[in-house]
């Protein structure tokens, strides 16, 4: 896995963990809802690379 898509893929998990916690907190549905998908979207960039380190070796 590239450091830099490593990096980015935490980085958008955890913004996402915490805008999703602050929107709830907030009663903001649609914060969460984002959150949620940003935290998503680092999940797969994060299951992408492991997945070209695997076909890699």
Same mark, same amino acid.
């Given at each position: 896995m590239s450091a830099g898509e490593k990096a @980015? /893929?935490?980085t958008e &998990? *955890? &913004?996402g963990k915490a805008q %999703? /916690?602050?929107g709830n907190a907030?009663?903001?549905d649609r914060? *969460? /809802? %984002?959150?949620q998908a940003k935290k998503? @979207?680092?999940? /797969?960039?994060e299951s992408k %690379? @492991? *997945?070209k380190d695997a076909f890699k070796h």
């Amino acid at each position: 896995m590239s450091a830099g898509e490593k990096a @980015k /893929a935490k980085t958008e &998990q *955890a &913004q996402g963990k915490a805008q %999703e /916690a602050l929107g709830n907190a907030t009663g903001n549905d649609r914060m *969460a /809802a %984002e959150g949620q998908a940003k935290k998503s @979207k680092g999940d /797969a960039r994060e299951s992408k %690379e @492991k *997945a070209k380190d695997a076909f890699k070796h």
